[in-house]
């Protein structure tokens, strides 16, 4: 496991450098961790059609990745419960910062900046309480300015909603500690929550599974320009039940379930990674790479659209005519009709998520 002080080696000190923009490193479309064949983990920046335009290099395997808004700048997160994200100079590759969670705090692997980007906010454990945090930090420099409550346990994936002020967290429900590394600590009174914040903390709205699928944590989440939300769940109940992974939700609804026929519904192994909306917004999409697939589904009627079979795929993003998906075989790939197709094949393992970047206008 990598230490603090091989995350700390070649921090730059003072300042930090202006930025240039993203058209500085090609204008990628997304970032995506991945391991490569001499043994090194990195972060690359992806076109749509799989090219790699840069790969930076990460002291660890990362897990997800957030995108500066304005300016060529990512910050890549460890795996939880990691305690360290380094944030990283795309247009010069190199490490601009490093943060390191407060005592008694550790990151959940993904976090979102604001609209503006001077803020960046975290999902977090508190250790001591078991309840999840959100923290607030100062993209000057990267210091800590606060922290509120996540409305719940194990808060995992977090984006940012249309209206530019609300935040959506995936409270997975599931309590971790960094004593007992990646150990579920509270399964028989897991409850995941859906919840809405504002940026100061104030809960807006809470959404919770039916009782029988307590045990469904909700993990990743998708947005679509609308405002519903697509969010991707990971069972951990008796292996012999096939319950859905993917869920809607519109602020002030009840949420809606999707599921496929028990015939493919079965070979998922209870585990989605990764959701996106296609381009188009018309479908959604789960990878379940327990399950080797690809399952997209109609969004106006909940109806299975399609199965596409790809080994070990995760990663997820939206694409203008459809998604891009990759895998930890190296493929890059776009799904638009009815046929998934390789883009391009990379000589490395790409990790679980593909993340958009979302620039200004």
Not at 79 to 93: E, L, Y
Not at 143 to 149: D, K, L, S, V
Request: proline letters at 6%; glycine letters at 12%; a neutral charge.
């Amino acid at each position: 496991m990598t230490s603090r002080r091989s995350f700390l080696a070649g921090l730059a000190a003072a300042s930090l450098a202006p930025l240039r923009g993203w058209s500085s490193v090609g204008a990628p479309d997304y970032l995506a961790a991945a391991l490569f064949p001499d043994g090194t983990f990195r972060l690359a920046g992806l076109d749509t059609g799989g090219d790699i335009l840069f790969s930076l290099p990460l002291t660890a395997r990362g897990h997800a990745a957030a995108a500066h808004p304005h300016h060529a700048q990512a910050v890549a997160f460890a795996r939880r419960p990691g305690t360290f994200a380094i944030i990283i100079d795309c247009a010069t590759g190199t490490q601009a910062a490093v943060i390191e969670a407060p005592r008694g705090r550790h990151f959940y692997g993904h976090g979102v900046f604001s609209t503006d980007g001077t803020r960046l906010f975290t999902t977090e454990n508190d250790i001591e309480t078991g309840q999840g945090v959100i923290g607030v930090w100062n993209t000057d420099g990267y210091t800590r300015i606060g922290e509120f409550a996540s409305g719940g346990v194990g808060p995992h994936d977090m984006r940012l909603m249309p209206d530019d002020r609300t935040l959506v967290v995936a409270n997975g429900g599931i309590e971790t500690h960094p004593e007992t590394g990646r150990t579920k600590l509270n399964l028989p009174v897991m409850q995941p929550r859906l919840t809405y914040l504002d940026q100061n903390g104030g809960v807006l709205e809470q959404v919770e599974l039916p009782k029988k699928l307590h045990k469904n944590s909700i993990r990743h989440l998708a947005v679509r320009p609308d405002g519903l939300i697509g969010f991707a769940m990971q069972w951990q109940g008796d292996s012999s039940q096939h319950p859905p992974l993917l869920g809607l939700h519109r602020r002030g609804e009840k949420p809606l379930l999707l599921s496929a026929p028990d015939a493919d519904q079965s070979t998922l192994q209870g585990y989605a990674g990764s959701i996106a909306f296609s381009g188009a917004g018309e479908t959604v999409a789960i990878t379940c790479p327990r399950g080797n697939a690809l399952h997209r589904f109609r969004v106006a009627d909940g109806q299975l659209d399609g199965v596409f079979l790809h080994e070990d795929v995760c990663g997820l993003g939206t694409a203008s005519n459809g998604f891009v998906f990759t895998t930890g075989t190296g493929v890059i790939g776009q799904l638009s009709t009815n046929k998934a197709q390789i883009s391009n094949r990379a000589d490395c393992q790409w990790d679980n998520h593909l993340i958009p970047i979302r620039t200004a206008a």
